[in-house]
């Protein structure tokens, strides 16, 4: 191997899949970036996407890295994998996907008929569990796979995330890293592994033992890189593949999010405020917390569900004239957003959103949806965009408190990363609205360098996960709150936001009686 170690991380998000090359001391040094069609829609609410679509985008995505970068593919010590979470694929006896993935913005439901078997029924009847199990049941895929094309079940032998598909397209080997499970599986998220064979998601799924991954602590070995895999990424044959764990999960150890006293914000299409804890802590009750990129750890995640999807959607829906403008004066986009919330007082004068664009499990509820109240004539595009963004804060404030009051610990500082996190405006707005120091890692990548990190730790490139974290990572821009605009958001968050969605969620029940949405 010539020159310094490397380490290559494959970050498969859903919306693009990046390449990423860093080195032993969290410096990107290299990237190939291609952006995705995130999915297709056969049927309203649908969205699967082709399990050889992400592949063959991963193989363009290094392509593009090493045509960009001075590095030599010699260079790379291993290979590790991140990505979206929830999206499931069905592979035959010979690995081949019998059907598309379901990703996981996928708003299918199964059938369910009648309660769990056995004592498992009686005891959520007790418990007045019965909704929350009818409705985990309900958005199982493997269950509307196995009701409505039931030969494809029959023939399906793994049952695999997308990251134990992309793990065995490297390495050949059906293993996949516990960090990454996060999905409607039967997976006991207490103790991170595969349920006991007495639990009750082996009840309310199709899903056999057989048809899982072996499951690897992130930082442990997945297998090594296959000849056609490593001809695929322009790499030697025979490489380490090491296990990482989900984006979000990486996001927080890329952060340098290690206890329970830093609040990690994803503003991602996803937003989450998350922090990582010894203990077993469900930061909503009956919400797991999910397996930490942290061995043996737990990220206490609280998630809007259509997060910076919303500035997406704004953008796509109402911001052509920025869009055009930018390409105009050659910039990006976002800088003319930014614009537009700096056009506004904090407050948009008056406009609150509650961001439930999609509904929720339990908090908020199947019922849940998005609102805006306070519309005067003085309202404009830029008002409705700067209330998505305080919207999205008061939300995630709201996920904060509930975690500190779950784990008595105090959040005293924010690291805020995802696509969101590049914007000035929405960085500032944050720590007002939180009334916290709100810091911006030292990259944008910080998904893909959480996962270079579990994979630095089991190359032993770092002796411990401790040093590791101190060495690879750091902060960048710091965004201390303004008093002025912070008294302002406190009375707004707490007088009129923590309001709004016990007043309407009446109204929000009566519109899902009504017209059967959202079902």
């Not at 004592?119 to 409705?135: D, M, N, Q, S, V």
């Not at 057989?210 to 490593?230: D, I, K, N, R, Y």
């Not at 797991?288 to 953008?315: D, N, Q």
């Amino acid at each position: 191997m010539s020159g310094e170690p490397l380490i290559l991380a494959i970050d498969n998000g859903t919306q693009s899949v990046r390449a990423l090359l860093f080195d032993k001391r969290g410096n990107l040094v290299g990237k190939g970036k291609q952006e995705l069609d995130p999915y297709f829609s056969e049927q309203p609410g649908w969205a699967e996407q082709h399990p050889d679509y992400f592949w063959e985008n991963l193989g363009k995505a290094c392509k593009t890295l090493w045509e960009g970068t001075e590095a030599n593919p010699a260079q790379v010590a291993g290979v590790t994998v991140t990505t979206q979470r929830g999206t499931v694929i069905n592979l035959d006896e010979n690995g081949k996907p019998l059907r598309p993935a379901i990703i996981w913005l996928d708003q299918r439901h199964a059938q369910v008929d009648g309660p769990v078997k056995g004592p498992w029924g009686w005891l959520f009847k007790l418990a007045r569990l019965e909704e929350t199990i009818h409705r985990f049941r309900e958005k199982t895929q493997a269950n509307w796979i196995a009701q409505n094309q039931p030969d494809i079940w029959r023939q399906t032998r793994h049952f695999l995330l997308l990251s134990g598909y992309l793990n065995y397209r490297l390495t050949g080997q059906f293993r996949d890293s516990t960090g990454s499970q996060v999905g409607y599986l039967p997976f006991d998220y207490r103790k991170q592994k595969w349920a006991a064979p007495r639990d009750f998601k082996w009840q309310a799924m199709p899903v056999t033992p057989e048809m899982l991954p072996e499951l690897v602590e992130p930082g442990g070995a997945l297998g090594a890189l296959t000849s056609e895999a490593a001809v695929h990424l322009g790499l030697p044959e025979g490489l380490p593949v090491i296990a990482a764990a989900s984006d979000k999960a990486c996001e927080i150890l890329g952060s340098g999010g290690l206890s329970p006293d830093i609040g990690c914000m994803s503003y991602g299409t996803t937003a989450t405020i998350n922090t990582t804890s010894e203990r077993y802590v469900e930061p909503i009750k009956l919400m797991p917390p999910y397996p930490s990129a942290l061995p043996g750890h737990y990220s206490t995640e609280v998630m809007i569900y259509r997060g910076f999807w919303m500035v997406s959607w704004f953008k796509r829906e109402f911001g052509l004239r920025e869009r055009k403008l930018a390409e105009q004066r050659g910039v990006e986009p976002e800088a003319l957003f930014d614009e537009l919330v700096r056009a506004v007082p904090a407050g948009s004068m008056g406009l609150m959103l509650q961001p439930y664009w999609s509904p929720g499990v339990r908090q908020p509820g199947p019922e849940a949806k998005g609102s805006i109240i306070g519309f005067g004539d003085v309202h404009t595009r830029s008002h409705i965009y700067r209330a998505i963004l305080e919207g999205l804060a008061y939300a995630l404030r709201e996920g904060k408190e509930k975690i500190e009051k779950r784990t008595g610990i105090p959040i005293r500082i924010l690291r805020v990363a995802g696509g969101g996190s590049q914007s000035d405006a929405a960085m500032q707005l944050t720590a007002d609205v939180f009334g916290l120091p709100a810091e911006r890692p030292h990259t944008y990548e910080t998904s893909g360098l959480g996962a270079a990190i579990d994979a630095a730790v089991g190359l032993r490139l770092h002796p411990d996960f401790q040093t590791a974290v101190a060495a690879m990572t750091r902060v960048g821009d710091v965004f201390l709150p303004q008093p002025q605009t912070q008294a302002l958001y406190e009375r707004l968050y707490s007088e009129v936001y923590l309001k709004m969605y016990p007043q309407l969620q009446p109204l929000y029940r009566k519109i899902r009686s009504i017209t059967g949405y959202p079902e």
